[in-house]
């Protein structure tokens, strides 16, 4: 990470860092208390990294700049936004997604989407494990690999509830990993 020569500088930087930490620790606690990101915590971040991006090139901060904060919103936003199209995700999660890569920026949030993968798969199989549906799971995956009708009506045949995975958790903790082993330009 580049240091700011001057304060003014310096104080972008550690807000950028402060809003990113913020926002990820409530997006944690929100996603297990009440299952969701709230819109009154992700807008204010999408909006604030957008406004540090604009803010940061006059003071000596040279990334992520404004076109990086939005590149990293809509990439952030898009991508997420693809997985809730297919019921896969929340609107939060995408949503959160899109603050992240206003936050921190596109380099940064495709660095960190790796880190989010990794941690997604590592509690969707802790959850799995802990609620005894691992093995049952894993051979659903692959008849819905082959025939995803098939696995549809039998799902829907057993009445069962799908298990929820709060996956700002594991974008939170992803986000962190990244943050740590290649903190922001």
Known sequence: MTIPSNTTA????????????ALLIIAT????????????????AMALGLALGIA????????????????????????FGLFFSMGWLGAGDAKLAGAIGAICGYAFFLWALVYMTLAGCML???????????????KNSVVFFFRPGKLKAKLEA????????P???????????????RPMA
């Open 158 to 165: 057993s009445g069962r509830q799908p298990v929820l995975i």
């Open 29 to 44: 606690f929100t996603d297990i208390s009440a299952g969701k990101v709230h819109n009154w915590l992700v807008y204010p």
């Open 167 to 181: 996956y700002g958790v594991a974008m939170a903790a992803g986000t962190m990993v990244a943050w740590f082993l």
């Open 10 to 21: 310096l104080a972008v930087d550690l807000t950028r860092q402060l809003a990113l930490f």
């Open 124 to 138: 969707a199989v802790v959850i799995l494990i802990w609620k005894g549906m691992l093995l049952e799971t894993l």
């Open 56 to 79: 940061g090139p006059m003071f000596g901060v040279s990334s992520p700049d404004a076109l990086d904060a939005l590149i990293g919103l809509l990439l952030g936003f898009g991508i």
